[in-house]
């Protein structure tokens, strides 16, 4: 036993290989392989892979892209609760047929939350109460979102749904006007993933370079970003958020990301210059000044390795952050259009469901939120582990 | 010390240039012309030129800038766009509420937080430290807006133990009524993100050698902790709290909206789903000018607490 | 395990009939993962008698620390298992298995302990009189009036001036040296029986590591108390150990009465170590290393080298009035100068070495690096072949860059961990052209790496698959690959066991010998820079203090200075023989 050890912990078996050019482990494979002995890290990253696989696959229309079909009754209960309870406020007919074809009616008055979550929700929900069994007129209610649905529908086979029977219950249930809140989710799953990734690309970016330059070159280079940093950071980032969601009126998924990228790099940038003004005096680099190696090939391929496994922590981080931002944003209506489902309108739309007993569409959302940002998360922990093990067991925030 | 104040005072002006140079480069060029948002899509010409002359727009842009400047500096921001209501007044009357809300869920939320995270970083590494590591991570991926759609359904539509929203004129009875609910649901957002930094801080210091010599000299672990451990992670705690005070103004937004308290918060939401620039930019600058000034308290915060920190 | 090791020696049982600590079969293990464990120390059995020193020696890795920190139980709970049967005997109880509330009121009490870093190991947020007082009314029951008395009282006693106004200062206001005098002032407050000193000198100067080891020197005669004293410089604990205990691996080699560990060694390891290191004395051709002495050659008589500098020398580099300034904020916009190098000019003799020394502060360090425009130098030049370095633009530099290298301290920091030691040894070749194509410069490192004692598989593993002495290979192979005419080498095995320090300052002669490479070896272990070294130039808050042929200035120092910092060279055994 003891022998066993003492070979195993010897620095380098000065052995000679037969062939030479076996290649030793670097520090990644090091990393993936700490990783991989991580069973919770391990679990997570599948979880996260599956999402991603999931909004790849929604993203190219292989799935969920007949979610805005209304199959189902209005508020069809999930299959496995059940056909919809008796004494329902929506009149929900044995037949489970509802003539829908008012689809197109006119109700002009009237103001659904999609359209205008900024009312006050309870105060309208009490209006919203009666109607919403009268009239399905919800979805037609204030001007540019009519032409939206309108186009949505025409996009679908609507005469087949139309024809169709609409069914009683769904396997995750139906929203309002009985659209498959599976599907749903899967196609909010896409937006909101996809914010969450591309934004955080974005703000990774542009912090990892900002502050590489300023670490890295100090004097009026580092002035002048710690300036700009001090300027962005000194402004809250939800209240930074919201003033250039108040100013761009054009709302779109791209319009979210940016919004979201070019205000969320300073955490990264604060970072990633102490990691530069710390690296840059380490005995490495100067060794590599001395060898004569130029400023952009100490910054890129001597620092950059070294200090990349903190860029790559951000980025997961980031990740989480702005899919919970996306979902705020979103909920509050100053995020993705109307014609696009993210977590957050399935939420806003779950909020006034929820008082009419109508709870699955809350669960669906938030119950994927929580499980892909909790995989997320536990990766994201697990990879700081894995990448820097003098840190561990000291997940933090 | 007083040289360190001064040259500190000396320093935020750049930065406070810059705030109001980012400020007015996204309300006057990124937005486009304010005229036509204040005046909406159905009114002519002659409506637009009229606005757009008494909003300035139609000068060169640096006296633009310059009557921006003389607004902040003078706290006139004119009237909100939407209800008439003076800028000033608004941001008076709001801040109110907002501490009301916040002041008792800080005090609160940071006892609970470093309270726990003692506890569970000196059982570090045993399953109960890591059962709670992983709860507070799954308790942080729950949208903040289920915990507060949840809540107010069950805590006061369903059982009625609090009013559902409202805000009163009395403050004991907006404190005890009004705002126990959302404290409530505030702990339960802020606790897990707290605790797990705070985690943080514990340990890093737990690991530092003079806990060693402590036990060296035959200190009892419970007196380590609160006294040798604390002391040291209060100054990361503290700067933490400092830096993030002026965010937890904005920061219970939601809470205000869902539950109509007027607070600065609500503010903000109604006066971006009303495009009401006047009251953004108030807000925008006026929290900004608040974080600097903060930051400048958080590092004499900073020096005070720590005997090592010698301010130049 | 090593067959080689012979059963350890009895322990010094009969030094006294009832020894204050007895340890018996003590061993020790580190769960590094999940499957695997490391066993520290593998079953050590010694005794610390009462009223003496015993001196714990060992090279990093040797478990000495681990020892220690295992009778007071301070290891840490979360990775460490102390094996049940071990047994660590103090006053008829096993300190093992006692329960903790019990431990609590030895530690400190009877049995206290300082460690090697003074200033992290005191808290920085409380004075050093709290700290102080925590101790005294922690065991003594004393009031905070009596235990500030009292500590005012240790704090004098332990060399500490004012310490009515010291008493009130936080740690980072006393020097590095004050620093381990409270450390020890709160270790002997209560009158313990037995102090632990866990390397108590090694992080501090030359001359204050000289006081402080007087002062326990002389508290523990004065209190007559028990010392354990853990080191891994025989040297240091020569002029004050009573019984020596060598450890390596987690084993003892030998055990004994410090006359008989240093006048006749047993072991093959306790020879090595007393051999490989340079000695003022003498200065063989090679140091003997310690495969010598595990293969059992032994040490061959070899002749002495012979040293100095002789006038019509070729000189290589002349520096002049070389100076560098660092500024810091004061006041409202002010900046305040602080003069790192002030003024300083020495030659360079082609094929030979200057060592540079001083301790920490002195601007040795600066030097080096101003020299190879690391720094931006504030006044001065160095001529290199007619031309100033100092001068060029950084175009032009780029030229002289490979004929003047640098070898760092910390052979873990400078080697890049995320490169294979191919592309650290060929990077510099690629920079400056040098070889045709990468399959010479393959070639070319290959060569290297064998000149460096490296095998050949080395070329395609990364840095930490290596050993600390074999990444300072790696960083001599890296600079040979320009072909420098000059190498500086800042404390350049200064982080490097005994043993291995040998074997690199073996190499550093060899390649000296072989290119006619000339040196400035920078360091503050003066028994290495007098052993390598023709010429010696001693240096203090920036300013050369004295500058002579090795042998001259050690022999005969002309400047107080030089005196003070010569006599607190640790003398060893020899001291006292």
Same mark, same amino acid.
């Given at each position: 036993?003891?022998?066993?050890?003492?070979?195993?912990?010897?620095?380098?078996?000065?052995?000679?290989?037969?062939?030479?050019?076996?290649?030793?482990?670097?520090?990644?494979?090091?990393?993936?392989?700490?990783?991989?002995?991580?069973?919770?890290?391990?679990?997570?990253?599948?979880?996260?892979?599956?999402?991603?696989?999931?909004?790849?696959?929604?993203?190219?229309?292989?799935?969920?892209?007949?979610?805005?079909?209304?199959?189902?009754?209005?508020?069809?209960?999930?299959?496995?609760?059940?056909?919809?309870?008796?004494?329902?406020?929506?009149?929900?007919?044995?037949?489970?047929?509802?003539?829908?074809?008012?689809?197109?009616?006119?109700?002009?008055?009237?103001?659904?939350?999609?359209?205008?979550?900024? &009312?006050?929700?309870?105060?309208?929900?009490?209006?919203?109460?009666?109607a919403?069994?009268?009239?399905?007129?919800?979805?037609?209610?204030?001007?540019?979102?009519?032409?939206?649905?309108?186009?949505?529908?025409?996009?679908k086979?609507?005469?087949?749904?139309?024809?169709?029977?609409?069914?009683?219950?769904?396997?995750?249930?139906?929203?309002?006007?009985?659209?498959?809140?599976?599907?749903?989710?899967?196609?909010?799953?896409?937006?909101?993933?996809?914010?969450?990734?591309?934004?955080?690309?974005?703000?990774?970016?542009?912090?990892?370079?900002?502050?590489?330059?300023?670490?890295?070159?100090?004097?009026?280079v580092?002035?002048?970003?710690n300036?700009?940093?001090?300027?962005?950071s000194?402004?809250?980032?939800?209240?930074?958020?919201?003033?250039?969601?108040?100013?761009?009126?054009?709302?779109?998924?791209?319009?979210?990301?940016?919004?979201?990228?070019?205000?969320?790099?300073?955490?990264?940038?604060?970072l990633?210059?102490?990691?530069?003004?710390?690296?840059?005096?380490?005995e490495?680099?100067? &060794?590599?000044?001395?060898?004569?190696?130029?400023?952009?090939?100490?910054?890129?391929?001597?620092?950059?390795?070294?200090?990349?496994?903190?860029?790559?922590?951000?980025?997961?981080?980031?990740?989480?952050?702005?899919?919970?931002?996306?979902?705020?944003?979103?909920?509050?209506?100053?995020?993705?259009?109307?014609?696009?489902?993210?977590?957050?309108?399935?939420?806003?739309?779950?909020?006034?469901?929820?008082?009419?007993?109508?709870?699955?569409?809350?669960?669906?959302?938030?119950?994927?939120?929580a499980?892909?940002?909790?995989?997320?998360?536990?990766?994201?922990?697990?990879?700081?582990? &894995?990448?820097?093990?003098?840190?561990?067991?000291?997940?933090?925030? | 010390?007083?040289a360190?104040?001064?040259? +500190?005072?000396?320093?935020?002006?750049?930065?406070?240039?810059?705030v109001?140079?980012?400020?007015?480069?996204?309300?006057?060029?990124?937005?486009?012309?304010?005229?036509?948002?204040?005046?909406?899509?159905?009114?002519?010409?002659?409506?637009?030129?009229?606005? +757009?002359?008494?909003?300035?727009?139609?000068?060169?842009?640096?006296?633009q800038?310059?009557?921006? /400047?003389?607004?902040?500096?003078?706290?006139?921001?004119?009237?909100?766009?939407?209800?008439?209501?003076?800028?000033?007044?608004?941001? /008076?009357?709001?801040?109110?509420?907002?501490?009301?809300?916040?002041?008792?869920?800080?005090i609160?939320?940071?006892?609970?937080?470093?309270?726990?995270?003692?506890?569970?970083?000196?059982?570090?590494?045993?399953?109960?430290?890591?059962?709670?590591?992983?709860?507070?991570?799954?308790?942080?991926?729950?949208?903040?807006?289920?915990?507060?759609?949840?809540?107010q359904?069950?805590?006061?539509?369903?059982?009625?133990?609090?009013?559902?929203?409202?805000?009163?004129?009395?403050?004991?009875?907006?404190? /005890?009524?009004?705002?126990?609910?959302?404290?409530?649901?505030?702990?339960?957002?802020?606790?897990?993100?707290?605790?797990?930094?705070?985690?943080?801080?514990?340990?890093?210091?737990?690991?530092?050698?003079?806990?060693?010599?402590?036990?060296?000299?035959?200190?009892?672990?419970? +007196?380590?902790?609160?006294?040798?451990v604390?002391?040291?992670?209060?100054?990361?705690?503290?700067?933490?709290?400092?830096?993030?005070?002026?965010?937890?103004?904005?920061?219970?937004?939601?809470?205000?909206?869902?539950?109509?308290?007027?607070?600065i918060?609500?503010?903000?939401?109604?006066?971006?789903? +009303?495009?009401?620039?006047?009251?953004?930019?108030?807000?925008?600058?006026?929290?900004?000018?608040?974080?600097?000034?903060?930051?400048?308290?958080?590092?004499?915060?900073?020096?005070?607490?720590?005997?090592?920190?010698?301010?130049? | 395990?090593?067959?080689?090791?012979?059963?350890?020696?009895?322990?010094?049982?009969?030094?006294?009939?009832?020894?204050l600590?007895?340890?018996?079969?003590?061993?020790?293990?580190?769960?590094?993962?999940?499957?695997?464990?490391?066993?520290?120390?593998?079953?050590?059995?010694?005794?610390?008698?009462?009223?003496?020193?015993?001196?714990?020696?060992?090279?990093?890795?040797?478990?000495?620390?681990?020892?220690?920190?295992?009778?007071?139980?301070?290891?840490?709970?979360?990775?460490?298992?102390?094996?049940p049967r071990?047994?660590?005997?103090?006053?008829?109880?096993?300190?093992?298995?006692?329960?903790?509330?019990?431990?609590?009121?030895?530690?400190?009490?009877?049995?206290?302990?300082?460690?090697?870093?003074?200033?992290?190991?005191?808290?920085?947020?409380?004075?050093?009189?709290?700290?102080?007082?925590?101790?005294?009314?922690?065991?003594?029951?004393?009031?905070g009036?009596?235990?500030?008395?009292?500590?005012?009282?240790?704090?004098?006693?332990?060399?500490?001036?004012?310490?009515?106004?010291?008493i009130?200062?936080?740690?980072?206001?006393?020097?590095?040296?004050?620093?381990?005098?409270?450390?020890?002032?709160?270790?002997?407050a209560?009158e313990?029986k037995?102090?632990?000193?866990?390397?108590?000198?090694?992080?501090?100067?030359?001359?204050?590591?000289k006081?402080i080891?007087?002062?326990?020197?002389?508290?523990?005669?004065?209190?007559?108390?028990?010392?354990?004293?853990?080191?891994?410089?025989?040297?240091?604990?020569?002029?004050?150990?009573?019984?020596?205990?060598?450890?390596?691996?987690?084993?003892?080699?030998?055990?004994?009465?410090?006359?008989?560990?240093?006048?006749?060694?047993?072991?093959?390891?306790?020879?090595?170590?007393?051999?490989?290191?340079p000695?003022?004395?003498?200065?063989?051709?090679?140091?003997?290393?310690?495969?010598?002495?595990?293969?059992?050659?032994?040490?061959?008589?070899v002749?002495?080298?012979?040293?100095?500098?002789?006038?019509?020398?070729?000189?290589?580099?002349?520096?002049?009035?070389?100076?560098?300034?660092?500024?810091?904020?004061?006041?409202?916009?002010?900046?305040?100068?602080?003069?790192?190098?002030?003024?300083?000019?020495?030659?360079?003799?082609?094929?030979?070495?200057?060592?540079?020394?001083?301790?920490?502060?002195?601007?040795?360090?600066?030097?080096?690096?101003?020299?190879?425009?690391?720094?931006?130098?504030?006044?001065?030049?160095?001529?290199?072949?007619?031309?100033?370095?100092?001068?060029?633009?950084?175009?032009?530099?780029?030229?002289?860059?490979?004929?003047?290298?640098?070898?760092?301290?910390?052979?873990?920091?400078?080697?890049?961990?995320?490169?294979?030691?191919?592309?650290?040894?060929?990077?510099?070749?690629?920079?400056?052209?040098?070889?045709?194509?990468?399959?010479?410069?393959?070639?070319?490192?290959?060569?290297?790496?064998?000149?460096?004692?490296?095998?050949?598989?080395?070329?395609?593993?990364?840095?930490?698959?290596?050993?600390?002495?074999?990444?300072?290979?790696?960083?001599?192979?890296?600079?040979?690959?320009?072909?420098?005419?000059?190498?500086?080498?800042?404390?350049?095995?200064?982080?490097?066991?005994?043993?291995?320090?040998?074997?690199?300052?073996?190499?550093?002669?060899?390649?000296?010998?072989?290119?006619?490479?000339?040196y400035?070896?920078?360091?503050?272990?003066?028994?290495?820079?007098?052993?390598?070294?023709?010429?010696?130039?001693?240096?203090?808050?920036?300013?050369?203090?004295?500058?002579?042929?090795s042998?001259?200035?050690?022999?005969?120092?002309?400047?107080?200075?030089?005196?003070?910092?010569?006599?607190?060279?640790?003398?060893?055994?020899?001291?006292?023989?």
């Open positions: 036993m003891a022998t066993d050890l003492a070979t195993l912990r010897s620095p380098v078996p000065p052995v000679r290989r037969e062939i030479p050019h076996t290649v030793s482990p670097g520090l990644w494979t090091l990393g993936w392989r700490r990783l991989r002995s991580d069973r919770v890290g391990m679990v997570s990253l599948a979880i996260v892979a599956l999402f991603i696989l999931m909004m790849t696959l929604s993203g190219t229309g292989l799935v969920a892209r007949d979610w805005a079909r209304e199959v189902g009754v209005n508020y069809a209960p999930p299959s496995w609760a059940g056909a919809a309870p008796a004494g329902g406020l929506l009149a929900t007919p044995d037949t489970g047929v509802v003539t829908q074809g008012a689809a197109g009616a006119p109700a002009p008055e009237f103001k659904s939350s999609v359209v205008d979550p900024l &009312a006050d929700v309870l105060a309208e929900l009490k209006g919203e109460k009666p919403g069994g009268a009239s399905a007129g919800d979805e037609k209610s204030v001007d540019p979102l009519a032409d939206v649905m309108a186009d949505i529908r025409k996009g086979p609507v005469a087949e749904a139309a024809a169709e029977e609409r069914r009683a219950t769904l396997p995750m249930g139906g929203d309002k006007w009985g659209r498959d809140v599976l599907k749903k989710t899967i196609k909010g799953s896409e937006t909101s993933i996809f914010v969450g990734l591309a934004s955080a690309f974005v703000a990774t970016f542009l912090g990892s370079l900002f502050g590489a330059l300023a670490g890295y070159y100090g004097r009026w580092d002035d002048f970003f300036w700009f940093y001090s300027v962005f000194s402004i809250p980032d939800l209240l930074l958020i919201l003033a250039v969601a108040a100013v761009l009126q054009q709302k779109g998924t791209m319009t979210i990301v940016l919004i979201l990228g070019l205000t969320g790099w300073t955490g990264v940038f604060r990633i210059r102490a990691e530069y003004l710390k690296h840059k005096s380490r490495y680099v100067q &060794a590599a000044d001395a060898i004569g190696a130029s400023n952009p090939r100490r910054m890129f391929m001597h620092i950059f390795p070294n200090v990349s496994h903190v860029v790559l922590v951000q980025l997961s981080i980031l990740v989480v952050a702005f899919i919970k931002a996306e979902v705020i944003l979103s909920f509050l209506g100053f995020g993705v259009p109307v014609d696009v489902v993210s977590w957050g309108s399935m939420l806003n739309e779950a909020q006034n469901e929820l008082i009419l007993g109508k709870w699955w569409q809350l669960v669906a959302a938030g119950t994927a939120m499980i892909l940002v909790t995989a997320f998360s536990l990766f994201t922990d697990a990879l700081r582990d &894995a990448l820097d093990p003098k840190l561990k067991g000291r997940a933090g925030a | 010390m007083t360190y104040i001064v040259r +500190r005072l000396w320093q935020m002006i750049p930065t406070m240039l810059g109001i140079l980012l400020v007015f480069f996204l309300f006057n060029w990124v937005g486009g012309d304010p005229a036509y948002v204040l005046a909406g899509k159905i009114s002519n010409q002659e409506q637009i030129d009229n606005i +757009r002359r008494q909003l300035g727009v139609d000068q060169p842009f640096y006296v800038l310059g009557i921006f /400047v003389k607004q902040i500096l003078t706290g006139d921001f004119g009237a909100s766009w939407s209800t008439n209501e003076r800028v000033s007044h608004i941001l /008076v009357t709001r801040l109110g509420p907002s501490l009301t809300v916040l002041v008792p869920l800080m609160l939320g940071t006892a609970i937080s470093i309270a726990l995270a003692l506890a569970v970083a000196y059982v570090r590494g045993s399953l109960t430290d890591r059962a709670v590591m992983i709860l507070c991570t799954i308790a942080l991926s729950v949208s903040i807006l289920v915990y507060i759609i949840v809540f359904y069950f805590f006061a539509y369903k059982l009625g133990w609090f009013p559902v929203q409202g805000w009163g004129d009395s403050f004991v009875e907006n404190l /005890v009524v009004y705002a126990s609910l959302p404290i409530l649901i505030g702990l339960a957002v802020s606790i897990a993100p707290n605790l797990r930094l705070y985690r943080t801080f514990v340990l890093d210091e737990i690991n530092q050698d003079y806990v060693r010599t402590a036990r060296a000299k035959g200190v009892s672990e419970n +007196r380590i902790m609160w006294l040798h604390l002391r040291n992670a209060s100054i990361p705690i503290i700067t933490h709290l400092m830096a993030a005070l002026p965010g937890l103004l904005l920061g219970s937004f939601l809470i205000e909206r869902f539950f109509s308290i007027p607070g918060g609500r503010e903000i939401i109604l006066a971006v789903e +009303r495009s009401d620039f006047p009251v953004i930019k108030a807000i925008t600058v006026y929290v900004a000018f608040a974080t600097i000034a903060t930051n400048l308290l958080a590092d004499l915060t900073y020096k005070a607490v720590d005997p090592r920190v010698q301010l130049k | 395990m090593n067959d080689a090791i012979r059963p350890a020696a009895a322990p010094v049982a009969s030094a006294a009939a009832d020894p600590l007895r340890v018996r079969d003590l061993r020790v293990s580190f769960r590094l993962d999940r499957d695997n464990v490391f066993e520290a120390v593998k079953g050590i059995s010694f005794d610390v008698p009462r009223d003496s020193t015993v001196a714990l020696v060992g090279e990093s890795g040797s478990g000495k620390s681990v020892t220690s920190l295992a009778i007071l139980g301070l290891l840490p709970p979360e990775n460490s298992i102390v094996d071990s047994e660590i005997l103090y006053g008829g109880r096993n300190l093992a298995t006692l329960p903790g509330a019990e431990l609590r009121k030895l530690r400190g009490a009877e049995i206290s302990m300082i460690f090697q870093e003074p200033m992290t190991s005191l808290n920085p947020v409380f004075t050093v009189g709290y700290q102080l007082e925590e101790v005294l009314m922690l065991h003594m029951g004393m009031t009036r009596q235990a500030r008395k009292r500590a005012v009282d240790v704090m004098r006693e332990v060399g500490i001036p004012e310490p009515e106004r010291r009130d200062a936080y740690p980072s206001q006393l020097s590095g040296g004050q620093q381990q005098r409270v450390m020890i002032a709160m270790a002997i209560c313990p037995m102090l632990i000193a866990d390397e108590p000198t090694t992080a501090l100067d030359v001359t204050i590591q006081q080891l007087d002062l326990i020197a002389d508290l523990q005669k004065r209190r007559q108390m028990s010392v354990l004293f853990i080191t891994h410089d025989l040297a240091v604990v020569g002029e004050i150990a009573d019984h020596v205990v060598v450890m390596r691996h987690g084993e003892i080699r030998e055990q004994g009465a410090a006359r008989a560990v240093f006048e006749t060694p047993q072991d093959s390891y306790t020879k090595a170590l007393l051999q490989c290191r000695q003022l004395t003498r200065r063989p051709l090679r140091l003997p290393v310690i495969d010598d002495f595990i293969q059992g050659v032994g040490p061959q008589h002749e002495e080298r012979p040293r100095g500098v002789a006038p019509d020398d070729p000189i290589v580099l002349d520096v002049r009035n070389l100076g560098k300034s660092f500024w810091s904020r004061e006041g409202i916009f002010g900046k305040r100068e602080f003069k790192a190098v002030k003024d300083v000019s020495f030659k360079l003799p082609k094929g030979k070495t200057l060592g540079l020394v001083g301790e920490s502060g002195s601007g040795k360090t600066t030097v080096g690096l101003t020299l190879m425009r690391l720094h931006e130098a504030t006044t001065g030049e160095a001529i290199f072949e007619g031309r100033d370095l100092l001068a060029m633009s950084p175009r032009e530099f780029m030229q002289y860059k490979r004929r003047i290298q640098i070898i760092f301290q910390n052979p873990y920091a400078s080697l890049n961990p995320r490169f294979t030691v191919g592309q650290i040894v060929t990077e510099p070749m690629q920079i400056h052209g040098i070889g045709s194509n990468a399959q010479a410069r393959t070639e070319m490192a290959f060569e290297l790496l064998a000149k460096v004692g490296l095998p050949e598989v080395s070329f395609y593993k990364y840095p930490h698959e290596f050993s600390g002495g074999q990444r300072q290979r790696i960083a001599i192979a890296r600079c040979l690959t320009m072909k420098p005419d000059i190498l500086i080498c800042d404390e350049s095995v200064s982080a490097l066991d005994v043993s291995v320090q040998a074997q690199v300052l073996n190499l550093l002669q060899d390649l000296q010998d072989e290119f006619g490479l000339s400035i070896f920078i360091s503050h272990d003066l028994a290495v820079v007098k052993y390598i070294s023709d010429q010696v130039m001693v240096m203090n808050n920036g300013e050369i203090v004295e500058i002579a042929d042998d001259e200035i050690y022999r005969n120092p002309l400047q107080p200075y030089t005196k003070r910092l010569l006599a607190s060279i640790p003398k060893g055994w020899q001291a006292r023989s």
